[in-house]
């Protein structure tokens, strides 16, 4: 809370007879047009208006936004609370222990780490699909769940007691943003301070980039990195330009063939195409009040694929009908109403309604949108479902090996290496491969697979080996999961089959969807198609989708096939889903069941069959697609009400294994030494109170050159961990199995694990090297020879040398991971050199000590001529000690033949709090040293 009221904006406000507190936005000059968004903006700052931080100039400056100027105010935006899951959120638990003991050395009060925000995690991205197609997948991939992560849950339920206004949701419970929108957001919050009940928008930051799902609720919230969250967490602002807002005008109604998922890669090409990396992007008009709940939040969910800061809706009647229907409160429903009207935040449309101004403008008439997939690479790469068969035949050359046949050009890639199953779904027997081509101008390697039951059968590229209904994206949205499970019920009582190659798997966001699929009675159908509850979990789209059947591994591996999946997710990423798999492809619900029906993405629905029925008729998709008023009236006879306030009702207690689990006790946290999951990291060693001034950098060396679209899963990987990668080999040197080395992303509380899993994803390519995959670079100190991206690392380390990264557009886009950015720094990287930044990314970069700087407008590595093999130098960077950030530095790269290349690189700390951040070494140095002074 501010000490200061410039505007007299604090008031109250009374519902049902309670008496709230509120800052109105009526007395703000300009602030009746404006977009939503940025009304949640201003009233954030009235609230926390303290006359140094934030000041009258800063609220006048939000008021009077020029929609037309580029972003160059700043200001301060407190959240009113943190969401995390267990990837991200045991590395910020990790650093607030760290920090606890760090501010005691420095002579503070280690009781100052707390959160002053409410914070809670969900933990959801540990559960791994290793046994499928069986009745008991759920009960036994959560046995498996608990024995690999036991240290890293004894470790969270020591922060549930240790830090106060913390709370942790256990596993086996749900996707994080899926709980977020059922149970945990707010809409109005209500907090006491100083006696008073005061009333203020939900807003939340989180640690995974998702968080963004919740803009359906009219919650203004978006994705940050585990160093954010945490000086989040311990009352630090975040400093952001006001940004450029985008108005998306909704008009018409889906059709009856398309779905949200549709609707939602429609958006996500359109908006990735217009440019909204940085923006707020915000849906106006009369066609909002025809968007269902469920529909917002799928499209506020998938803002960081379009690269948006937000995407958010405003609150109207249908937001209210959902928080009725999920268990919220009357007396909070009805506050939420009462307040969104007082402050203008009630949607408004109408012919005689004032529209907000905006930015920018675009619009979708839902009623051309198409049944869509995207991929096989990017969730922005929307293909049309009549054009998917031509579209993966175009593609598939450049994913298979040089010399097959007709395969034309393409790179070969390394066999890799998938983690071990619990699965008794294997197959076993040997593979033979038959003749190249298959007559259809495509290249083909049938390969002979024969598994535990006799049965043979044939593979080849473009399988469907993964078919998995995943993710908060779609599994929050009745409408596509009760679909897909009446698609099932149509198939099998049509008497098809999924193909015996397919993974099938069914991974719902919330024990809701279990419940409302028992009510209609769908599970005998989804389960007689191999798609069992495997998990209430993130599950294949971050990358747990367990491995393949043995023996169809081995087949794609020694046949280098080019092999997909199909999830209906958010992400696909290269190297992201499956080692195995180089292709994936997202989806809706039914079209997952679909594609598994299918067996191959080499598939046109329109023309081909997807099978006989016992009378010998061909059976099409379009005679198992569910009419969507069929779909409706089963989800409104299924859920209900009681459903939600049941599955919630002790959401944070845990079933018995994890009240079961022993937890430490005490404010600081005891470390063990021979820990593989939880260990002290380095970053607040030697720390001391007095600020080391920033210097140029001299003789820095090229670690790694890249190319467009890398993603933060190239720079820290989630998945496997490879028995011959460095972390691989850590993990070996420390008595750990290969069968218990578990995923990266589990891994996260372990710094050792992650340096040397920085730029380990096996798809990575560093141009530094021809034609070699993975995390392999030159060392220049051993001349130039070919080694492990970590080896090198410590080599130039041992010999004093800075690194620097160069890299193409939109570096560091997907995932909000901040370990992308602290590897990045304990690698010894000083500078990244890139085209252009997604903004989570390169706010980290910061975060963590390291300058991101970009090359001049129109030029990048290749146009300067740089091949990586230079020695850079850069200067200008000291003008940050002056209380100043330089718009450019100037950088020089010498090559071996002593000709140079010079260019003056723009500087990207865009705030004056990021340059404060960097000043410090880092976000955290920064709040650590505010702290003990205050």
Not at 165 to 182: L, Y
Not at 727 to 739: D, N, V
Not at 819 to 826: C, D, H, Q, V
Request: proline letters at 5%; charged letters at 20%; hydrophobic letters at 35%.
């Amino acid at each position: 809370m501010g000490s200061v009221d410039s505007f007299k904006a604090k008031g109250t406000l009374e519902v049902q007879g309670r008496q709230y507190e509120i800052y109105r936005l009526a007395g703000i000059e300009g602030q009746e047009n404006l977009p939503y968004s940025l009304k949640v903006l201003l009233e954030n700052l009235l609230r926390t208006e303290d006359g140094a931080n934030i000041t009258a100039d800063h609220i006048r400056a939000l008021g009077g936004w020029d929609e037309n100027a580029q972003p160059d105010t700043e200001i301060q935006f407190t959240p009113g609370r943190v969401i995390m899951q267990d990837f991200t959120g045991v590395p910020c638990v990790v650093d607030l222990a760290t920090m606890r003991e760090a501010v005691a050395g420095l002579g503070g009060d280690a009781a100052r780490i707390n959160p002053l925000a409410p914070a809670e995690l969900v933990i959801d991205h540990s559960v791994i699909i290793d046994v499928f197609g069986r009745s008991d997948a759920f009960e036994r991939n959560v046995e498996i769940e608990y024995e690999r992560n036991r240290e890293r849950y004894q470790f969270l339920r020591w922060g549930q007691t240790a830090f106060d206004d913390f709370k942790v949701v256990p596993p086996g419970t749900g996707i994080v943003h899926q709980v977020n929108i059922e149970h945990l957001a707010r809409t109005v919050m209500v907090r006491e301070i100083d006696g008073e009940q005061v009333a203020y928008p939900d807003t939340c930051v989180g640690t995974d980039s998702h968080t963004t799902m919740v803009n359906g609720l009219g919650v203004l919230g978006w994705g940050v990195g585990g160093i954010e969250a945490e000086a989040a967490m311990l009352g630090q602002p975040v400093s952001m330009l006001i940004p450029r807002v985008v108005g998306f005008k909704l008009s018409g109604s889906i059709p009856t063939a398309a779905t949200a998922t549709d609707v939602v890669l429609t958006i996500t090409e359109m908006l990735r195409k217009h440019g909204v990396v940085g923006k707020f992007v915000e849906f106006y008009g009369e066609g909002v009040a025809q968007v269902p709940l469920a529909n917002r939040a799928t499209i506020g969910n998938m803002s960081p694929e379009f690269g948006s800061t937000c995407a958010i809706f405003p609150i109207d009647d249908v937001t209210l009908d959902y928080l009725r229907l999920t268990g919220r409160s009357d007396e909070s429903v009805a506050l939420v109403e009462a307040y969104a009207k007082e402050q203008g935040l009630w949607l408004t449309a109408g012919p005689d309604q004032p529209e907000a101004r905006y930015s920018e403008y675009l619009e979708l008439d839902l009623s051309t949108v198409v049944p869509s997939i995207a991929g096989p690479k990017r969730p922005q790469d929307r293909i049309a479902l009549t054009d998917a068969k031509s579209s993966f035949r175009k593609v598939l050359p450049t994913y298979v090996a040089h010399d097959e046949g007709d395969a034309g050009t393409g790179s070969s890639f390394p066999a890799s290496d998938p983690a071990p199953t619990d699965s008794t779904n294997e197959v076993n027997g040997g593979s033979k491969p038959s003749d190249s081509g298959d007559g259809s101008g495509r290249p083909s390697k049938k390969v002979t697979v024969t598994d535990s039951t006799g049965r043979s059968f044939e593979i080849d590229h473009g399988i469907v080996s993964i078919a998995s209904i995943t993710s908060c994206t779609n599994t929050s949205n009745p409408s596509v999961m009760m679909a897909a499970a009446m698609l099932a019920k149509n198939a099998v009582e049509r008497g098809l089959s999924v193909a015996p190659w397919v993974k099938t798997s069914m991974a719902p966001g919330s024990k809701v969807v279990t419940g409302y699929y028992d009510k209609a009675g769908m599970w005998p159908y989804l389960e007689k198609l191999g798609f069992h509850l495997v998990g209430y979990g993130c599950t294949t789209c971050i990358g747990n989708s367990g491995p393949l059947n043995d023996e169809i591994s081995q087949a794609i591996n020694d046949n280098d096939l080019a092999v997909t999946s199909v999830l209906s997710g958010n992400r696909n990423f290269e190297g992201r889903i499956n080692p195995d798999v180089k292709m994936n492809y997202l989806a809706s619900p039914p079209l997952v069941i679909a594609y598994a029906l299918a067996g191959t993405m080499d598939f046109d629905f329109e023309t081909e069959a997807l099978g006989q029925d016992e009378d010998g008729k061909d059976v099409f998709l379009r005679d198992l697609w569910p009419a969507p008023a069929d779909v409706e009236a089963t989800i409104a006879r299924s859920i209900d009400q009681q459903m939600f306030t049941d599955d919630y009702a002790d959401v944070f207690a845990g079933d018995e294994r994890w009240q079961s689990l022993p937890t430490p006790e005490g404010a600081t946290f005891d470390w063990a030494d021979d820990s593989t999951y939880v260990r002290k990291p380095p970053y607040f060693d030697g720390m001391t109170m007095e600020t080391t001034p920033v210097t140029d950098i001299d003789g820095a060396r090229v670690l790694a050159k890249l190319g467009d679209s890398v993603t933060t899963d190239h720079i820290s990987p989630a998945g496997a961990i490879k028995a011959d990668s460095p972390a691989g080999r850590y993990l070996a040197e420390h008595g750990i199995e290969r069968k218990d080395f578990n995923s990266y992303g589990s891994r996260r509380g372990n710094h050792e694990v992650m340096i040397r899993g920085t730029f380990a994803n096996i798809r990575l390519k560093n141009q530094l090297l021809d034609g070699v995959e993975g995390g392999f670079t030159r060392d220049f100190t051993k001349d130039g020879e070919q080694t492990s991206i970590y080896d090198a690392a410590q080599s130039y380390a041992a010999a004093g040398t800075p690194l620097v990264i160069l890299s193409g557009k939109e570096y560091g886009s997907g995932s909000s991971r901040d370990w992308a950015a602290k590897g990045t720094s304990l690698l010894g990287v000083r500078a990244v050199i890139a085209e252009s930044y997604e903004r989570i990314h390169r706010s980290n970069l910061i975060g963590m000590g390291v300058i991101p700087l970009q090359y001049p407008e129109g030029e990048n590595a290749e146009s300067l001529g740089l091949e990586g093999t230079e020695t850079f130098s850069i200067s200008g960077i000291t003008a940050l000690n002056e209380g100043t950030t330089p718009r450019t530095v100037h950088v020089t790269a010498v090559r071996t033949s002593g000709e140079s290349v010079e260019f003056d690189a723009v500087v990207r700390i865009d705030t004056p709090g990021e340059a404060d951040y960097y000043r410090n070494g880092g976000i955290l140095q920064y709040v650590l040293r505010s702290l003990v002074n205050s």
